[in-house]
């Protein structure tokens, strides 16, 4: 399972770096990554037919993580490469504040809480299950299928909310206009440069929500 892990891990950081001219927003990564989560699924149901000490078992398994740890590579790695190259270009007016070491620490530190709460939480609730079912079927189906299917639905919904990102691959260009014609940035186009500030933090909707 672990090698099988690592290896969608692969290659879902190898596709984004390959695709990366096609898809210039990480929002098709992200939708790849929620529906991949579904295939959680199979796991309460091919449970009741695994054998003891069968290997062929184990490699179904493993084939099965691939395309999921796919999805978490390519949407972890695309959307940190977009946060990172929309703050770069943000106006710092402190110079003793980053705009990107600020937000970048504050995901990370709050993946590592949540992921911390999260383990033990979930990890206690399956221990509990199986010292009353004897088995962890009933912890699979709650935390395997029903958890990550309203994870897919969250991440799904977030993606639809960016104006221009409801397209299956939105181009920036796209995502840029509707966004600025949002803002009320639209009429000013027309005037030189002189006359209107430098607006490369709206060109990313990520500032705008």
């Excluded at 054998?51 to 695309?78: C, E, L, N, T």
């Excluded at 490469?81 to 106006?91: D, G, R, Y």
């Amino acid at each position: 399972m672990v090698s099988g892990s690592n290896l969608g891990e692969l290659v879902g950081a190898f596709f984004v770096l390959v695709s990366s001219t096609a898809i210039e927003t990480p929002f098709p990564f992200l939708r790849f990554d929620a529906l991949a989560l579904l295939i959680v699924w199979a796991l309460p149901v091919y449970s009741h037919s695994i054998q003891p000490h069968k290997r062929v078992y184990a490699w179904r398994i493993a084939a099965m993580f691939i395309p999921i740890s796919m999805g978490w590579a390519a949407g972890d790695v695309s959307l940190s490469a977009f946060i990172q190259s929309s703050l770069a270009q943000m106006h710092d007016d402190d110079s003793h504040v980053s705009p990107l070491g600020s937000v970048m620490s504050f995901l990370y530190s709050s993946y590592i809480i949540v992921y911390a709460v999260l383990g033990t939480v979930l990890g206690t609730y399956i221990d509990n299950i199986f010292i009353k079912d004897g088995n962890i079927y009933r912890a699979l189906v709650n935390v395997g299928g029903v958890h990550f299917t309203v994870l897919c639905v969250i991440i799904i919904a977030a993606t639809l909310t960016p104006l221009g990102a409801r397209h299956l691959n939105p181009k920036m260009a796209k995502v840029n206009a509707e966004a600025g014609e949002a803002a009320g940035i639209g009429v000013q186009e027309d005037k030189s440069e002189e006359e209107v500030p430098n607006r490369s933090y709206l060109n990313h909707p990520i500032h705008q929500y």
